[in-house]
């Protein structure tokens, strides 16, 4: 910010600033769910993108059909609670329940049918002409059938368990994104019904051998066979004695949103397994049936699982294109992005331990293009340095098989304290991380859940030496999890330093959330829900005061808080430029007259999930130089007001000049991967014009990293 000198000098633009009208009409603003169903289209615009290599494009296709069934289990679930609770107040754009719902249902049936369409028209047949094919059962040789019937009696056949319907077997409970069948018999006393769980050890795709499969000689062919192809041709084995009639395929989606009172430790671990137990048996938000089932069938089965109408989804086989993922796996590499070796930078390789390393310069990595293995590193060698007194760390999602865990067990003995903050509410991460919360107290690891009421997203590692006679501490800050699967496919940035005052305003985070800290100030960091929205919007304001000569930048995965918004409408009016990189769901909408002319939104969905959030002030250092935050936190009243969240300064001018320039500014003005947001909501997927250069912000090898690279990492190290 500018000194307070400045600040006077500028009281009557400030003035004028705060008496403009609150901007909160319902037309200046974008519905949040509909704005994440946009950025699932873009996600599945990558599976119709010629550019992208094929498996790629299968692979987009899974991902925007599991980000569908999540956005039911969460989002529409949320809502849904809300209307059955009475609860009819508006979103900020002036929707109801009941107006979200309508929309919803009409977009995601929509998107579903492009689904499909490009499986059946697009992708399937591309496939086939790369020697991968998927066949009807009913179209194989009488080998192939004989083949598949023979492994259905092996494989299959074991595994199935029908379930009777009548008046002495109950309506069975159905899992939450199952495949189901509904299977109906006849017999000398009259139709019967009943349901058969597909499970999910099972693949999805049954390949018929290589022996048999037909093709070229360059690669190797596969030729597939749906799994409840291979079920339904060989139902009579299941019910010996009746005539099977007619086979459906279902699938439901259950209510995920779990809700968790405030609990002590142990009472919370408690909490979270019982919500978990209560996921299974979540009311049902979504029934998916074929449109071969008649509606005699489908009204019966609503009936059952207590389903209106408008919640049941009429769609082409197969169901699930979550499954799609197993294509993934086929060794074709041709067909697949090129691989690539991230760097290591050649102050960590010449430096003999990280901390040297970290004494002599602020250091950033931005992954994928820089290794995570750093940052493993960071934590195996504070576990292993005996001059070590102290390790604090936040998890977050951690995944199942984590290096920093393994460091953290192996550093636990009497002169050294170790102590991690593991959030057990982390959505779909929550069994999980109990399993390494307990693994890690079994060890002797101080472990603790957080603040009371709050989720603890912030990404933090706390390292303290002595040195001399002195302790120095050594800190990682980060905008991404401590996930080394992710950091591969995942961009964001990791800043290592030993700032005394960055490091003292983490050990004040830390006493937040493992002590009874009130800590109110912190001399460098925004901290949620503390002071990062006043800040923010300070700095915002800021920039306004500066008229045309103000600027804006900032990249997030989403926003959607009314009152950085507004700050945001305020600067444009002002005449400031405010450039907007945002991944998913945007509450603002730009390019309204005499609102958000000089706003421009951008959302790049491409080869890695974008994930840093980063955030330029062009006057807000306390000189009144430009300055850049990054962190955990997207602008959002969930972020800002319910999460533990850190955004850090980024000092070194070189750094912030790479943050700036290698990163903000490429993203801006990439013509390939980016598409526009219009002022309606919708988005506009950019080319370059005429005579222009190609500009793809995901082209290897990426932008040069922030410092000189030495050498490659080991790939088991990457």
């Known amino acids: 910010m500018p000194s307070s000198k400045a600040t006077k000098s500028k009281k009557a633009q400030a003035k004028e600033l705060d008496s403009q009208p609150l901007l909160t009409g319902p037309a200046l603003y974008r519905n949040r769910e509909l704005s994440w169903l946009e950025f699932n289209r873009r ?9 992208n290599p094929l498996l790629e494009r299968v692979k987009f296709l899974s991902i925007s059909s599991t980000n569908l069934d999540e956005f039911f289990a969460v989002r529409v679930a949320g809502i849904k609670e809300q209307q059955l609770s009475g609860i009819g107040s508006l979103t900020a754009d002036g929707l109801t329940p009941a107006d979200q719902l309508s929309a919803i249902r009409a977009s995601a049936v929509e998107m579903s049918v492009r689904q499909r369409r490009c499986w059946h028209e697009d992708l399937q047949p591309l496939l086939r002409r790369q020697g991968i094919a998927f066949e009807p059962f009913d179209t194989l040789s009488a080998s192939e059938q004989a083949f598949l019937s023979d492994y259905f009696k092996r494989q299959i056949y074991p595994v199935l368990t029908p379930q009777a319907v009548d008046a002495g077997h109950p309506f069975p409970h159905i899992s939450s994104l199952s495949l189901n069948m509904l299977i109906v018999v006849e017999d000398a006393r009259g139709q019967h019904v009943a349901r058969m769980k597909i499970p999910p050890v099972l693949p999805r795709f049954i390949e018929i051998p290589p022996s048999t499969a037909h093709g070229g000689d360059d690669h190797r062919q596969y030729r597939f066979v749906l799994l ?33 009172r405030d609990a002590a430790n142990e009472s919370l671990i408690k909490t979270v397994e019982d919500e978990l137990e209560r996921r299974h048996f979540g009311f049902v938000v979504r029934l998916t049936v074929e449109p071969a089932m008649p509606d005699g069938w489908r009204i019966w089965l609503a009936e059952r699982l207590d389903v209106p109408a ?47 390393a970290i ?4 250091l950033m990595l931005y992954h994928p293009y820089d290794s995570f293995a750093p940052v493993i590193d960071l934590i195996r060698q504070a576990s292993a340095d005996e001059n070590v007194v102290a390790i604090k760390q936040t998890l977050y999602r951690i995944g199942s098989h984590s290096p920093i865990i393994e460091a953290l067990l192996e550093a636990r003995d009497d002169e050294k304290q170790v102590a991690v903050l593991v959030e057990l509410k982390a959505r779909f991460d929550e069994e999980s991380n109990i399993n390494w919360a307990r693994a890690l107290e079994k060890a002797g690891v101080h472990v603790a859940y957080g603040v009371t009421g709050l989720k603890t997203h912030c990404k933090v590692i706390l390292v303290v030496r002595r040195e001399g006679d002195k302790l120095r501490r050594y800190v990682h800050l980060g905008t991404g999890n401590y996930n080394p699967s992710t950091a591969r496919i995942y961009t964001d940035l990791s800043m290592m330093t030993d700032d005394e005052d960055i490091a003292s305003d983490v050990s004040d985070v830390f006493n937040l959330l493992t002590g009874y800290s009130s800590q109110t100030e912190y001399r460098k960091l925004l901290v949620a829900p503390v002071n990062m929205r006043s800040r923010t919007i300070e700095l915002i304001e800021n920039e306004a005061r500066h008229g045309s000569n103000g600027c804006v930048t900032m990249k997030m995965n989403s926003l959607s808080d009314p009152r950085i918004i507004q700050a945001l409408y305020r600067a444009s009016q002002a005449g400031a430029k405010v450039d907007l990189i945002v991944r998913g ?40 130089d430009e300055c850049v935050y990054a962190g955990s936190a997207d602008l959002m009243p969930r972020n800002l007001d319910y999460r533990v969240e850190i955004l850090f300064p980024v000092e070194d001018p070189g750094l912030l000049k790479y943050v700036k320039t290698e990163i903000l500014d490429a993203q801006l003005r990439d013509n390939t991967r980016a598409s526009e947001m219009q002022a309606n909501g919708s988005y506009v997927r950019l080319a370059p014009e005429k005579g222009e250069p190609v500009r793809d912000s995901h082209s290897l090898p990426g932008p040069r990293g922030p410092h000189v690279t030495l050498r490659a990492v080991p790939p088991i190290l990457a």
């Open 585 to 624: 769901i945007c509450c603002l909408r730009p390019g309204m007259p005499g609102i958000s002319d000089n706003i421009r939104v951008i959302s790049i969905v491409g080869r890695f999930l974008e994930h840093p959030r980063i955030y330029y002030f062009a006057h807000g250092s306390p000189k009144g």
């Open 310 to 356: 408008n919640d049941v989804y009429i769609l082409d086989r197969p169901l699930g294109f979550a499954d799609l993922m197993q294509l993934y796996a086929l060794d074709r590499p041709e067909l697949k992005d090129v691989p690539f070796t991230p760097r290591v930078p050649r102050v960590i390789v010449e430096s003999p331990t990280i901390f040297d």
């Open 359 to 362: 004494s002599r310069q602020d």
């Open 43 to 51: 996600v599945q615009d990558e599976a119709l993108d010629e550019r």
């Open 228 to 260: 409840e192809e291979v079920i339904e041709a060989n139902l009579g084995s299941l019910f010996p004695g009746k005539r099977v009639t007619s086979a459906y395929m279902f699938r439901i989606t259950r209510d995920a949103d779990l809700e968790f």
